[in-house]
């Protein structure tokens, strides 16, 4: 905010950006600004898109350049998204002609599910094999806009050829507008290989979720349980939508974490990404009200996938349990 309203004052007051969206210009000066910043590794290496963005905003480059691109980042999304061609508009607003140099530079490409499974690495390695970085192409390297004016760049994008999506991988990089008028901009890109949709959210290969009897045991078809026992769950994210009374549910039941000396209801909604397990004890009530009933039970353990249709049955990751009796 500090940054924007620097640019604002230097350029005579917000009205002065004419029928432009004000906070959309500041915003492109800001992301346009930003230079590369290290990874904290211990290494000279250059951070990740996804971990540094468009990198360190340089205030005086805000207020100062007279060169902006439109747009200043450009998401190539995953694999099942990929859009291979975007245009740059670069805009010159002196009085002078000037002469822009385009290069680019790629930024290490992270695998963030380094075993391909549904773990997300804490510290993912960072790769610049060849191989794993994106092929770019543009349709100039050099340009000369006019005082005043503004000239388009094509760029094509291709996806690193040597990654295996099961990995998530995340790439990106940055084309660097250079002009003779000393102005050092560029444009950031990201994108992802693989889908996120299809990506686990249960690590089911490994039996997660798991549920567990009171000896912390998978328990068989049939297990008998003392009221007022119920089953743990060990699970990395868990969400439903679904209706008491309907369909044979009973309704969610609420958790305790005697270790952490926490407590909550299910369903849990909007739960972070952990590099941790999750191990819950059920209590014998339900979040709803009213204690579980002696009965026979399963439990349905349902996780939405990324960007999945929370009404769409087939876009929710799932694993029941056997039959237990309360």
């Known amino acids: 905010a500090g940054v ?117 690495d804490g510290a993912p390695n960072l790769r610049t094999d060849n191989d794993l970085l994106a092929t770019v192409k543009l349709s100039e390297s050099i340009v000369t806009i006019p005082a005043k004016g503004s000239a388009t760049v094509q760029i094509t994008f291709t996806e690193p050829a040597g990654l295996d999506e099961k990995y998530l991988a995340q790439y990106g990089g940055d084309i660097h507008v250079i002009g003779d008028n000393g102005d050092t901009v560029k444009v950031t890109y990201n994108g992802i290989c693989g889908f996120l949709k299809a990506a ?72 972070p990404r952990s590099t941790e397990i999750f191990l819950f004890t059920l209590e014998d009530t339900y979040s709803t009200g009213g204690s579980v009933e002696p009965d026979e039970y399963r439990i349905l353990a349902r996780a939405l996938s990324n960007y999945g249709d929370y009404n769409n049955i087939e876009d929710w990751q799932i694993r029941v349990s056997n039959m237990f009796v309360v």
């Not at 468009?54 to 747009?71: C, E, H, N, Y």
């Not at 044979?248 to 305790?256: H, L, V």
């Open 4 to 120: 924007a309203a620097l640019f604002y004052q230097s350029v005579g007051g917000r009205g002065k950006l004419s029928a432009a969206n004000p906070a959309a210009v500041a915003h492109r000066r800001i992301v346009q600004s930003g230079a590369v910043v290290r990874h904290a590794n211990w290494t000279d290496a250059e951070g990740t898109t996804g971990q540094q963005g468009a990198g360190l905003v340089d205030a005086l480059k805000v207020v100062s350049a007279r060169t902006s691109i439109v747009p200043p980042i450009i998401n190539l999304n995953d694999t099942a998204n990929f859009v291979a061609s975007h245009t740059i508009t670069i805009e010159n607003t002196d009085d002078i002609e000037f002469i822009y140099n385009l290069t680019h530079l790629h930024a290490p490409t992270v695998l963030s599910r380094g075993q391909g499974d549904a773990y997300i």
């Open 200 to 271: 686990q959210s249960w690590e089911l290969q490994h039996g997660v979720p798991a549920f567990y009897d009171t000896n912390d045991k998978t328990f068989r078809e049939g297990t008998v349980l003392g009221f007022p026992t119920l089953p743990k769950l060990h699970f990395n994210v868990l969400c439903t939508p679904l209706t008491p009374d309907a369909n044979n549910w009973a309704g969610s039941t609420k958790w305790i974490n005697p270790t952490m000396g926490t407590a909550g209801p299910f369903p849990s909604y909007l739960q």
